[in-house]
């Protein structure tokens, strides 16, 4: 019954300048599913690498039903039924669904694929998901929730005696994630191990059978879930005590209202809706809505990354008129974006190269003065608890929270005045998180105005004073911190609830 | 069967093109009365049939995020060894040694860009100097032999009084186009350009892809060089060169971008047949060859600007 599917013994990993695996030891028994968690950095992602061969060990042996193995290319482990759905998305653009699904495995005799064979199947197991949608639609045109549902259609369709989901929650919407589930349970029904990666506790806690946690390269260890609680989990993960609490906030009395940016009528060309906000000194607001709601294109416009068709913002009652981000930037409008690594890094570039950056723009002058540069990133390194081993390292080493800190610190040779932060969370570990959010709450104590965008409720609860909601690319509720529960926000964010909030 | 076509039209964006390319005809067939003659119809086929074919293999290699610099000087190289072989050995012999220059030269690219990870750019810009120096060593001055049979046939002979020459090109492209939208190497030419790593980790083997896209784009300038030495009935050592830019251009004003993953043959050959027309237009303008060089290269980088501010405007409005 319990004889292991695939067995990692003594398995090490190093590249340069890093050891990625210590000597692990991991086993999955056939039917069951798996957790594995552990805080970014902590060796997760190669060794999923390891088993599905994109990476080979240095040391150790892998056991497949009993059997040594060698998978030479992600193909060979393919071939012997062990499927990856990756969380960068693995897809192909202009490719459509049925292609995407199919990639790597057209059907068809020779050469040639068969077209028919392939929509047959695919019309076949979208509606076993229930996944509304022709399967010729390009994956380009599909939302990022979507997207990870043909990632998992992709690894379905064929045959499957090992399925690894890498972080398959994390772009998913509550009731999408109780889709998957279903599909989860069902595949252990059907006899398939799972391997489910996650940063989301509750999640693991709910689906897993047995979880193993990683820490630093090394197994800290494996247990059955139901002995465990969330707590116990973190505590295993980042070796010490940490409760995920969100800073408070200042009493009404204290904090300042003063109007610190006004948007008027201001109509982004993409959407063409009008929107209108202010935001006061001091305050973290909240821009909530799903997926393509409107509410990243807005924080885009005002940092002039899309165009704008009107609309006026004034900061601190002076009008002003930002046509590049060049001239935000000067205004002290910063906006760090959702995807760090191709838009918010220069990833081969060291930290101190990062950070000089901005300073660079900002600088009058064209020589670039060291001395200062250097004085300057060493306090931002310090004021942001960045952790690294000196100024030269590549960013592309450095941890998931600490590129974030990076992001948003390299912004602060000078204070900036407003800050648009789009999903400052995502993908970093629970430690980096509670880190950001108290980050966050100190610079709006000191009168930064922050507009935040998380795609994750509860923590827009705990950091925001005040959310507004956007539906179809309009303002569709205001709510402030003493009124937010899920339930409201949800309910304006889908449209069902307005207090058709307009200027 | 509609739906195919949605999708189709959708990856090559190729809407901007066929427009540009009607207005462009009809602007000339309304006003110049020697361009709807149709022996210059006929000629004009003539005239953008190694075009076209050339740019058949560059959309491959531009669909995998690739360029491919060298095949202009393919088509020296090829007219060459025709001119000096054929006559002194058989047609047969040197066509063979002309393929199997090819091959092996689409090969080295390939190799270069696949296994070697070396950058396209580089790599092919390095064979078409190696290519382009040893075309000057066999012949540093147009002349050679091309027997009359050779050209009797490809050239001459003629069926619903369109040279056989006219008839190959249209039967490669349609090859060509069934190898990009029948085939699983067509799929995963998109993969490869789209996302590399997604093709890598579904097993796609993207080296062979890539190798394959660069052999096919060698075989495809030699072909259109095979044909050419029939049309010129020399040896050229310098005939090919406008080709490189011609077919890298016609593929971006087709729709293909640039960045790969994206666009197709439709869009290509009727970029072939923009830019072919452009040099046909010229030419009865009586615009001498060098002017034409400027000019159709400054009409090509404004097309490709153009297509591009197209695109920004199309993406800003899908969002």
Redesign the interface.
Known sequence: MFEPLIAIENVSKRFPGVQALKNVNFSCSKGTIHGLVGENGAGKSTLIKVISG?YHSDEGRILYKGQRVHFH???DA??NGIR?V?Q?????????IA?NIF????P?KG???S?REMYKHTEAIMQSLGFDK?P?T?VA?LSVGEQQFVEIM?ALVQKANLLILDEPTAALLPNEVEKLFTIIRDLKNKGVTVIFVSHRLPEILEICDIVTIMKDGEIVGTFETSSLTEEDIVNLMVGRTVEVTFPKRLTEMKRKRELLMEVKRFVP??TGKPVSFQLFEGEILGFYGLEGQGQR?VMRSLFAL??VLSGEIRLRSESVRIKTPHDAIRYGLIYTPASRKEEGLALILSVYENIAMPILIRQKANLVRNRELLKVCRRIISEFNIKVSNLNQRVLNLSGGNQQKVVIGKWFSEYPRVLLLDEPTRGIDVGSKIEIYKILRELSNQGIGIIVFSSDLIEMIGICDRILTFYENEITGEIRWQDFTEEIIMAYATGTHSNKFSA | MK??K??RS??ENWQAPVFAFTALFLIAFLFSDSFRTSRNLVNLLVQVAPLALLTIGQTFVILTGGIDLSIGSFVSLATTIAATTMAESSIAISLLLIYGVGLSIGLLNGFAVSYLQMNPFVTTLATMVIVQGLTLHILPAPGGVVPYEYVKVIMYTRMLNMPVFVWLSIGVSIIMMIVLY????G?NL??VG??K?????????VRQTLVLAYIMSSLMATTAGVMMVARISCGDPLVGQPYTLDSIGAAAVGGVSLAG??GGLIGGLIGAFIIGSISNILNMLGVTPYWQFVLKSLIIVAAIGFAIRIKLMQG????
């Open positions: 994109v290319s992600p193909s393919i071939k990856v990756y960068e998305f693995g897809l192909v653009p202009f490719l459509s292609e990639l790597g495995n057209f068809g050469l040639f694929f077209k022709s010729d390009l045109d992709k060309a993409s294109t899309e165009s | 739906r195919e949605k999708l959708k990856r029948k085939t699983k190497f799929l998109y993969a789209g996302n790593l997604a093709a890598v980790l579904s097993g796609v083997r993953g994206r800003a409005r899908e969002k």
